[in-house]
């Protein structure tokens, strides 16, 4: 199984903090080794990392711990190989354009005996289940609402109801994002805490590593992180349901 | 104007040296400070680096720099921004997937009046004309051979006629690859230089760098470069003709 990690906020915010953590989970502090990814929203542009090397070992995850991207939106993966080979093509996040926006996608889980019929402009690159998913995800999509994005209710119901019909072949704990908005679907395992004022110190679970986001933050900011299991040892982090699916905007969850 | 590298080889090669000296004209040796990008095949897979930062000040450039990774066929480009503002979604490379396969594109010029209907599923995410461009030359591509990809020859002449369409809104010199291929167009300044054995030393024109191949390459190995403008003093450039096509295959030109 993979890991996932993934932020939404209001304000462009870096992730270096939580992304040290979580890349200690690449290969140091759990088995997460068949390679890495992470994509940034900037803008409507999207910076996307990938490599096939373990996050611990990799030279672009270093680069990443100490370069402070900015972004409203971010979707990070590791990946421990259940379907396709250790490959870059195989790495998430995946991204394609729909309705002239990237979408980006990663997926931690594992599914039996998916096998869409792919007959749309969505076409998987590599081999993993999880592309196959996200093809099928936007073939549907396109499907459904053609060359214009509906309002976000409608688009929100449509994805909701088509991640239900993927998680029956198993685990699809999946993050989602178009850049304006962060869906995230928990099968088995998700959890996230929000970030804001007063805000506090927090303590990393898998480095000797804390910060202060006082010190680094204005009143306004806000910040929803989402992830596998907890990535601090001293924030209260929210389970999701199995079979939840929550839409976070400008660093809450929409309800 | 912008300026433009590639590099096509038969086997996995890395571009640090021809990088190191085209880096150099984001911002120190030329003017071209408006964002940088470059795109590397490895396998099937892409590596996408974009920054809207000048190539000479930006942290993932001096990353590439340094981090030799290998590749078949690599796409980049320096920006001096024409039309579209200074933006992370109008840095080249751009990439979709079509057929499967990812293909990376890279625009040097400016095209006037150029506002192609585009109705198929490629739209622009940020506004330059060269993204434009080559969501056209996608959507035509589908348009004509459907679901799947034509042989090279038909997919060739295929390209070649929808250049030279594009070609004639104005400025159009282009890289473009699938991974198995590297198609470049010249409307105005292109050149190319075939390494193979025997291997010499070569000298960078922006930089007091120079490289000895024989040390670094089997007697088997053949790497084609393209560029706007020779990166070196010592090597035999070869000038495209304007409106040429050259389609580079195991780092030599398909006659």
Known sequence: ?????????????????SFTGFAHRGGRTDTHHDGWGIAFFEGSGVRHFVDH???????????????????LN????????????????????FVREMWGRYWVFAHN???????????????????????QAFC?????????????????????AAIADLVAIIARYGTFNMMLSDGTALFAHCSTKLCYVIRQYPFDKACLADEDLSVDFSQVTTPNDRVAIIVTTPLTTNETWTEFAPGELKVFVDGLPQS
């Not at 199984?1 to 903090?17: E, G, H, K, R, S």
């Open 109 to 131: 889980g594992d599914l039996k005996g998916f096998d869409p019929i792919l007959d749309g402009p969505y076409r998987p690159v590599g081999n993993t289940d999880s592309e």
């Open 136 to 156: 099928f995800l936007l073939q549907q999509l396109r499907d459904r609402f053609g060359d214009t994005p509906p309002a976000m209710p409608v688009l929100r």
């Open 74 to 93: 971010v979707i990070a993966h590791i990946r421990k190989a259940t379907q396709g080979q250790v490959a870059l093509e195989n790495c998430h996040p």
């Open 1 to 17: 199984m993979c890991q996932l990690l993934a932020m939404n906020c209001n304000v462009p915010t870096d992730i270096v903090f």
């Open 53 to 71: 090397q373990a996050a611990i070992a990799s030279p672009i995850a270093e680069l990443i711990k100490h370069y402070p991207i900015k972004s």
